[in-house]
C-alpha cells in the first residue's frame, strides 16, 4: 500500500530552527508538496519538489531525497504565526495526490 | 484569500436532513475536487472534476453526491448521513497541466452529524 509518514506533533521556540520529515513508499513517485494548514483554515501550497535537492523560499526551504523517499521542510527563525499543521503530499505514478496526516507544529516563546 | 470560497462554513445537522455544500472557485481552474478530512488523519479524496466531468470516485457512499454544472462551481449533496460523517469538508481547484498543477483549497465546511 501507499504510505506517508510525518510526525504527529512537534515543538519549538520562537526564533529558533524547526525541521519536518516526511517519509513515503508509493507507487511511483511524480512530485511532493508541502501545505501549511492553520487551526479552521484553507491548507495553503508551500513548496514543490520533484527533483533531489534543496528549494529554498525565505524562511522556509524543502529538501528532497527520492532514493531514500525522504523529504523535509525547515523553517528558520521561527515565529508564532508559523504554529500550523504541515501536510507532506507525494504524487503517484497515477498522478493522484497522497497526503500525510500533518505534523502540529507549536511555538513557544 | 486562496480564491477557493465555500459555504457553508459551519453545519449541524441530524441523519435525516439533507444538506448541500457548496463551492466557488475564482482562479480559472479546470478541475475541482472534494476531500475529507477527520482530525489526525490524511486527507481523504471523495470526488475529482475535470472540464465538469467526473473522474474520480474514491468509494464514497452514496450518501454523498457531488454536481459540478460548471468549472467553476462544485457542490456536495448530503443526505441520511451518518454521526462518523462529521469532518471537514474541503474544496479545491487546480489547472491540469499534465499532472504537475498545484491544488488551491478553499477554508472548509466543519460538518456535525447528530
Known sequence: ?109 | ETGVTQTPRHLVMGMTNKKSLKCEQHLGHNAMYWYKQSAKKPLELMFVYNFKEQTENNSVPSRFSPECPNSSHLFLHLHTLQPEDSALYLCASSQEQGGVETQYFGPGTRLLVL
Open chain 1, 1 to 109: 500500500g501507499q504510505n506517508i509518514d510525518q510526525p504527529t506533533e512537534m515543538t519549538a521556540t520562537e526564533g529558533a530552527i524547526v525541521q519536518i520529515n516526511c517519509t513515503y513508499q508509493t507507487s511511483g513517485f511524480n512530485g511532493l508538496f508541502w501545505y501549511q494548514q492553520h487551526a479552521g483554515e484553507a491548507p495553503t501550497f508551500l513548496s514543490y519538489n520533484v527533483l533531489d535537492g534543496l528549494e529554498e523560499k525565505g524562511r522556509f526551504s524543502s529538501f528532497l531525497s527520492r532514493s531514500k523517499g525522504y523529504s523535509y521542510l525547515l523553517l528558520k527563525e521561527l515565529q508564532m504565526k508559523d504554529s500550523a499543521s504541515y501536510l507532506c503530499a507525494v504524487r503517484d505514478s497515477n498522478y493522484q495526490l497522497i497526503w500525510g496526516a500533518g505534523t502540529k507544529l507549536i511555538i513557544k516563546p
